[in-house]
């Protein structure tokens, strides 16, 4: 199937310095990636739409400018955490959607110290 | 009302129980319905697709009530690998999904 790989798989940071996660669809393009948070205990949260070549859509309360995303090829998606502060510690996850099923990154856990 | 509801869980069942999972969701617009399964500190993985018309891959059964908005995940003969979180999503067109709660399941010897 379908292979997305997310990288780095884990990092730690101090408060604020920004952090760069990477998002690859590996074996299919895709015009549109997602990037979810999930903290403990709770579901996937959707942050925002990753469009290739355009702006990203940003849900209801996600400052575009803390978490700037780039999606300039129609393979990769990044999420940049600017200015990381410890409420920012969750787990980052991105998607991509390779009809009928949409495929996972293996995910970034977040730690800022 | 959020999006998609589950059960709130944990289910702890010993090896070999049927456990059911229900799910509501309120936009009767959704168009497409899954069940995720997740392992803690890892990704989502797709467990199965739901169908109005009912489908089965072996042990489990999926349900997709439209009228009723309702989704449902029955698990037949539980293993100790099914313990995980699972996650009634829905789904649109072009890959958005939204996310319920996630139902806990321990199974047990």
């Known amino acids: 199937g379908a292979v997305v790989s997310q990288h780095p798989s884990w990092v730690i940071c101090k408060s604020g310095t920004s952090v760069k996660i990477e998002c690859r669809s590996l074996?299919?393009?895709?015009?549109?990636m997602f990037w979810y948070r999930q903290f403990p205990k709770q579901s996937l949260m959707l942050m925002a739409t990753?469009?290739?070549?355009?702006?990203?859509?940003?849900e209801q309360g996600v400052e575009k400018d803390k978490f700037l995303i780039n999606h300039a090829s129609l393979t990769l998606s990044t999420l940049t955490v600017t200015s990381a502060h410890p409420e920012d510690s969750s787990f980052y996850i991105c998607?991509?959607?390779?009809?009928?099923?949409?495929?996972f990154g293996q995910g970034t856990r977040l730690t800022v110290v | 009302r959020k999006e998609v509801e589950q059960d709130p869980g944990p289910f702890n069942v010993p090896e070999g129980a049927t456990v059911a999972f229900n799910c509501t969701y309120s936009?009767?617009?959704?168009?497409?319905f899954f069940w995720y399964r997740q392992d803690c500190r890892k990704e989502p993985k797709l467990l199965m697709s739901?169908?109005?018309s009912g489908n089965e891959d072996g042990r489990f059964t999926a349900q997709l009530n439209r009228a009723s908005q309702y989704i449902s995940l029955l698990i037949r003969d539980s293993k100790l690998s099914d313990s995980a979180t699972y996650l009634c999503?829905?789904?649109?067109?072009?890959?958005?999904?939204?996310f319920g709660q996630g139902t806990i399941l321990t199974v047990h010897p």
């Open positions: 936009n009767s617009a959704s168009q497409s």
């Open positions: 990753s469009n290739e070549g355009s702006k990203a859509t940003y």
């Open positions: 739901v169908y109005s």
């Open positions: 998607s991509a959607m390779d009809r009928p099923e949409a495929f």
């Open positions: 999503v829905l789904g649109t067109s072009y890959g958005k999904l939204t």
């Open positions: 074996d299919f393009q895709a015009t549109t």
